[in-house]
């Protein structure tokens, strides 16, 4: 046998050297390059055979019958590059004219951005991607037609509000009527689901967003037709006009944010339509030349040679491996010669070479089972040059990206996991996925999509019924709207019916973790730092990438043009939090002392070293230029991290700057002058290609100013490096370097975590649950209301079905029809809530939120323990601990239980123990994690199970919180803390057991899961510990106290001033309706009055000493202002007709929680306490401070039992109807007969009081009133100046203001006064 030639040799292997030694080769250099290298072809196979070989891989098409094989003029390499191109140019289409019969138009068909608009567009820079950035604007394309069969398709990204169809040049739009709103223009609406030509019918089906719309319209027979998602919805149009002068384009109209993609035949349509021609040609001689030269390739894969035989042998294509065969290896390069160049057309890339690797796959089995694609890459990295290996990765990651997005779904979702499949199997070449990751998957493309899931609007689409034939809901509801469903309570039919809608959601499960396995394994892929081979590790291209993208999000929350979507987010983050939890295990595995994912946290350092950009985001001690300054001697001396002075002072200079050029710190890079429109990633709205997206108005048309660079460095940022510049190095350290870790406290413990890579992942998935995935578990939620609705409104339509009378035959009939109704909408929403709670509400989406909730505590607890550099805490970290828990309580529950997570009681006391200590950090600045901090600690209280984990923690823990609630209220936000001690009262005061006010009881709430219509549940070990501490200092209590009582006098003002008005506007005769934002207001004072007295009935309750112990300095002053404020409301709500009743009666919309019953019984439970339940020396105090008030009436304490003076003309009258009294006694059920015992004996007290007060009161002259409230007599004389005034005003003036009434000279002391004896 010969042998090739050196010279032979080195023409193929020194074009394989300079392929990865960088060096580009035209394609041309494969062939020979002159007859003297005739004698060489025959290479390593014989002449005959190598003939043999080329003529089976290169048939003729040709139909001549072709000479045997005898008499065939050899065939070799020389001759091949001839030969190979007589082939393709065979049955080569005719070149077509540019005009084609019956459309007009420049061949490439886009959207007209120069003239054919309307409004305000984003528009992609491949001109086929639009987002409406205005109230309706329109677009039409740069091609019509005016006779023939002609279609495009729209890929519908959003599902709003947008009008697509035809129109002529003729028509003209506004920002008010766009297609299908003037006479020559036609649309289909599925968001509305009509059809639009001037006037509106019903038409079609409902889109959803990942529908393809095809676009219909037969100029020759006049009709418009659409189809969604390849089903045809029928003939819209009917004799449309046609004829001279008329053409129609393809346009659409959309609203603000809705977003679309044209496919006017640039890629292969989707769903084509027998008969119908897309607008765009398709590339026809480049498409049966791909055709061909794949062929070939096939050929290739199944024919090997043997040379021991010297024959031909068929073999399996996936067996075929690249083994440096030089007749193989040569016989590639001529078909890559021809077939590189074609696939860097998007046409061709999605119609043959995307539907060859897809087809390679369709065996099924593993992705490592189908080695052959690997080797189809190695081939092309080998016999392609690099621009044309990256263009036509690029253009296949972008058609699967589209094809898997825009797939519809099927009960088996197996046209997901086919493209996920292929994307796998391409992410599995080395460097495939490196470029990939550098260039396409976060730059160009919405790479999150592949790790996304959507959800079907529409079951019978989905196939949802075949799957989960049987449906369920609950039945069993208490009298709040509750499920109160349990398995004994259930019948027979409903324990079957249960029990296989159940089973079916488990099939439903099972198939999407097929797909959810295979993305997890796609960011495994990603997440590979093992693959150093060819340069820098995946994981480290994949972590900056994804700090970008994180970044991006962060800095744009306030634009959602630019954002990924939060539903992508969501199924994002589960994703990578399986994979990282993944390669954690792993790394502990190879390492013994690392700990595992369980025990996972992100160390302090990363907070402040200035290693991990966090994007100007807040943090717990303000701005970290200003922490940087304050506490740099704290970063030297325990972090051993200096900061140079000049440079804190050119950092804030250059913030200062930067201030000053874009006008605002917040303000977006990119925003341009146009009305402040914004750049965006084409990412975002449409599957196309490109960055450079276009803004169109109809003032002017501009390209978009370029986005400035996302990984920018701040200039003067101590030890930071751009995201672009890091490297593994920085990143995982080596040889003394901790990378991300350096500046390790002392607090903090040496034993490694984990690989430092992961512990920055992990930081990323935090802040990507607080950028939008909180936000979107709750958005998922109503469909799990809408369930609960339709089940209640079945359960009373049934009932009422019962009821019916038979004769009633209409009545019945529309409850029936009503049944049906909501029979129907609970069937769809049942399935759908199967869909959703698999892939969004899961056990296993649930443990990782609790994974993530567990992080974030165990994060805080090392960051606190490192004292001041607490303050460099990203505020997130605290956000996502509370917002986590809430998603675990609120959207999970019930269909997944708490109690069944691992370690969750012990979770729930670290929790109490962090809000309970950082409420009221001085660490803390910020005013608005404050509020969350202690908005969550008053939901924590609310419930047994949270307030029992508070009352886990350790005691000295618990006396701190109960100070710093026991704080002076002014200066601070005071109505969460006084509502956290009122939730630790309630459930022990004076009627004070109800879940829902009596009047409220017949009012479904809106929400019964809301913290306030939880069940009381008290806290004694708390009450105990507010005691002690009042009981103790002397001073707090008489602050405390002072402040309760001034905000009460505050809120009880404001809402008397405000029900005024109210009433006012009610009675004028030209309006009718009183402002809802005023109303609110209102009903919050009354609240915030209620729950003011209840603190003050606890503290009467606990420590009655400090009003009744009048050896306590402020006991007497304390005890005063209580009875006067009682006095003033009891006053306003009891009187006969009066404004309270008024307003009461008029029961308006915002004010249900305003009633007689919440504030008489809070006051009434006060002067129980203190009339009833003391000792006989505070009761007599009380009393006669009580009854010296001049604002005592008796009638107001007669008025709780009905037993008012005013009453007693009533008895006598004959019964009427007018209205009926409030009295103490028509509520038995919450109020208990020992307690209306202690009411009546208060009254009776009081009566007897009052009357020997009166007898023995003497009368007082004028001029032995105090002159300042002519209420009391003269009491006291102030010092030095020995003016004079009652205790009750000086001591209350005294709180506030040290000058005298009268001279301003300042008050040292205040002696008694007693009037000397008449002489």
Request: aromatic share 8%.
């Amino acid at each position: 046998m010969l042998c090739y030639s050196s010279s032979d040799l080195v023409l193929l292997v020194g074009r394989m050297s300079s392929k990865w030694g960088g060096t580009a080769l035209s394609h041309r250099s494969y062939r020979l390059a002159s007859d003297t290298d005739m004698p060489k072809v025959a290479g390593i196979v014989n002449e005959k055979l190598l003939s043999d070989y080329l003529n089976h891989i290169f048939p003729s098409t040709s139909k001549p019958q072709q000479p045997a094989a005898a008499f065939r003029k050899p065939l070799t390499f020389l001759d091949l590059g001839d030969h190979l191109d007589r082939l393709l140019a065979e049955g080569e289409p005719a070149e077509e004219s540019k005009d084609v019969d019956g459309r007009l138009g420049p061949p490439t068909v886009v959207l007209d951005h120069t003239s054919g608009f309307e409004g305000l567009l984003l528009v992609d820079d491949d001109l086929l991607g639009v987002i409406g950035h205005s109230n309706f604007s329109s677009i039409r394309a740069t091609t019509c037609v005016f006779k023939g069969k002609w279609s495009y398709e729209v890929l519908i990204s959003s599902q709003g509000l947008m009008q697509i169809g035809w129109c002529t040049l003729n028509c003209r739009f506004n920002q008010e009527e766009g297609v299908g709103d003037t006479a020559d223009s036609y649309a289909y609406d599925g968001n509305r689901v009509r059809k639009w030509n001037v006037t509106t019918t019903n038409y079609g089906k409902s889109w959803a967003a990942g529908d393809i719309v095809t676009c219909l319209i037969d100029l020759d027979e006049g009709t418009i037709s659409f189809c969604l998602n390849g089903q045809s919805l029928g003939i819209a149009f009917n004799s449309i006009k046609i004829g001279p002068g008329l053409a129609y384009f393809p346009a659409i109209s959309l609203s603000f944010k809705e977003s679309v993609a044209f496919n006017f035949g640039s890629r292969p349509l989707r769903y084509p339509v027998e008969g119908y021609q897309p607008l765009q040609d398709p590339p026809s001689a480049d498409l049966l030349k791909a055709q061909r030269l794949l062929g070939y390739i096939k050929n290739v894969f199944t024919t090997k040679i043997d040379t021991q035989e010297g024959k031909l042998v068929e073999k399996d294509s996936a067996a075929w491996e690249l083994q440096g065969e030089t007749t193989v290896l040569v016989t590639l390069a001529h078909i890559f010669n021809h077939f590189a160049p074609l696939m860097c057309k998007v046409y061709l890339v999605e119609g043959v070479l995307m539907r060859f690797l897809l087809s390679i796959l369709e065996g099924g089995g593993s992705v490592d089972e189908h080695p052959l694609i690997q080797q189809l890459l190695d081939l092309m990295w080998l016999l392609m040059e690099d621009y044309e290996v990256n263009e036509c990765l690029k253009q296949l990651m972008m058609s699967l990206l589209r094809a898997y997005r825009f797939s519809p779904i099927i009960p088996d979702l197996g046209l997901q996991i086919h493209y996920l499949r292929l994307t796998t199997a391409i992410l599995r070449h080395e460097k495939s996925r490196k470029y990939l990751l550098s260039n396409v998957l976060f730059d160009v493309l919405r790479s999150a999509v592949f790790f996304y899931i959507k959800t079907p609007l529409q079951v019978k689409e989905a196939g949802l019924e075949e799957l989960i034939p049987t449906t369920w809901w609950p039945c069993h509801f208490d009298k709040e709207g509750r499920d109160e469903r349990e398995a004994r309570e259930e019948s027979p039919e409903e324990r079957l019916r249960r029990r296989a809608y159940e089973r079916g959601c488990q099939r439903l499960k099972k198939r999407i973790e097929v797909v959810e396995e295979l993305q997890v394994q796609i960011l495994k892929l990603l997440l590979n730092n093992k693959d150093k081979g060819t340069g820098e590790a995946s994981r480290y291209i994949f972590l900056n990438k994804f700090r970008k993208f994180l970044q991006e999000n962060a800095s744009n929350r306030g634009n959602p043009a630019v954002l990924c979507p939060p539903e992508y987010m969501v199924c994002f983050l589960h994703r990578l939090i399986a994979a990282v939890r993944f390669y954690w295990e792993e790394s502990k595995r190879k390492s013994s002392g690392v700990l595992g994912s369980e025990e996972a946290y992100v160390p302090p350092q990363l907070f402040y070293n200035g290693k991990v950009d966090y994007f100007d985001l807040q943090r717990l001690g303000g701005l970290l230029s200003h922490l940087k300054k304050t506490l740099k001697d704290d970063l030297a001396s325990k972090a051993n991290i200096i900061i140079d002075p000049s440079e804190i002072q050119a950092m804030s200079m250059d913030d200062l700057d930067e201030d000053e050029e874009n006008g605002t710190v917040q303000r977006p890079a990119g925003a341009t002058a146009m009305g402040g429109a914004l750049a965006r990633p084409s990412w975002l709205s449409s599957p196309t290609l490109g960055r450079a997206n276009r803004f169109l108005s109809t003032a002017a048309v501009s390209l978009m100013s370029p986005r400035r660079p996302l990984g920018t460095p701040e200039r003067m940022k101590v030890r930071t490096l751009s995201v672009e510049q890091r490297t593994e190095e920085d990143i995982e350290g080596s040889h003394g370097n901790d990378g991300l870790l350096q500046g390790r406290p002392p607090e903090e413990s040496d034993q490694p975590i984990a690989e430092k890579s992961l512990l920055e992942i992990v930081d990323g998935i935090v802040m990507m649950y607080n950028l939008s995935v909180h936000q979107q578990l709750g958005k998922m939620v109503v469909v799990s209301d809408d369930v609960h609705e339709y089940a209640v409104a079945l359960k009373d339509t049934d009932e009422k079905i019962a009821r019916c009378p038979k004769q009633r035959e209409d009545i019945l009939e529309e409850l029936v029809k009503s049944q049906k109704v909501f029979t129907e909408k609970l069937n769809h929403l049942s399935r759908r809530l199967a869909w959703i709670n698999a892939t969004i509400y899961s056990k296993d989406k649930m443990l990782d939120i609790y994974w993530l909730l567990r992080v974030c505590i165990r994060s805080i607890e090392h960051m606190d323990r490192t004292g001041s550099l607490f303050a460099f805490t990203p505020e997130f970290y605290l956000n996502v601990a509370m917002n986590s828990y809430s998603a675990l309580k609120n959207y999970f529950s019930p269909s997944n239980s708490m109690d069944e997570l691992p370690g969750y009681e012990e979770t729930l006391t670290q929790l109490a123990a962090l809000l309970a200590k950082h409420f009221a950090d001085p660490r803390i600045v910020g005013t608005d994690i404050k509020d969350s901090l202690m908005q969550a600690l008053a939901s924590y209280v609310c419930y047994h199970q949270s307030l029992q984990a508070v009352e886990r923690i350790p005691e000295e823990q618990r006396v701190a919180m109960m100070k710093n609630l026991l704080a002076p209220y002014e200066q601070r936000p005071w109505a969460q803390t006084n509502w956290i001690l009122v939730r630790l009262w309630r459930g022990c005061g004076f009627g004070y057991r109800y879940t829902r006010l009596p009047h409220l009881l017949k009012i479904k709430p809106e929400d019964a899961n809301l913290p306030s219509l939880q069940k009381p549940c008290p806290s004694f070990l708390l009450q105990k510990h507010m005691a002690d501490l009042l009981s103790r200092d002397k001073e707090m209590a008489a602050s405390f106290l002072n402040s309760v009582l001034n905000q009460l006098n505050w809120a009880f003002s404001e809402f008397i001033g405000m029900i005024q008005e109210i009433q006012q506007a009610a009675e004028r005769p030209e309006r009718n309706f009183v402002d809802t934002r005023q109303l609110k207001v209102c009903a919050t004072c009354f609240d915030l009055s209620v729950s003011l007295l209840r603190v003050l009935e606890m503290t009467v309750t606990l420590v009655p000493e400090i009003f009744l112990d009048w050896t306590r300095p402020s006991a007497e002053l304390l005890l005063r202002r209580l009875a006067q404020l009682l006095n003033q409301v009891l006053n306003r709500v009891t009187a006969e007709r009066n404004l309270f009743d008024r307003v009461v009666n008029l029961r308006l919309p915002g004010l249900e929680s305003v009633d007689h019953y919440p504030i008489l019984v809070a006051v009434t439970g006060i002067l129980v306490r203190i009339l009833v339940d003391c000792e006989m020396q505070g009761v007599a105090r009380a009393a006669a401070v009580l009854l010296s008030d001049p604002c005592f009436q008796l009638h107001s304490i007669q008025h709780l039992l009905g037993e008012s003076e005013l009453l007693s003309s009533f008895r006598a009258a004959p019964p009427s109807a007018e209205r009926k009294h409030f009295s103490l006694h028509t509520y038995t059920d919450y109020i208990s007969p020992e307690e209306q015992q202690k009411v009546e004996r208060m009254l009776s007290f009081l009566t007897n009081e009052s009357k020997e007060a009166a007898a023995s009161a003497a009368p007082t002259s004028e001029e032995d009133l105090c002159p300042i409230c002519y209420a009391h007599p003269i009491s006291a004389v102030f010092k030095p100046c020995s003016h004079k005034s009652c205790k009750a005003c000086i001591n209350q003036h005294l709180m506030n203001n040290k000058e005298c009434f009268f001279c301003k000279a300042t008050i040292t002391g205040v002696d008694d006064y007693s009037k000397p004896p008449a002489s």
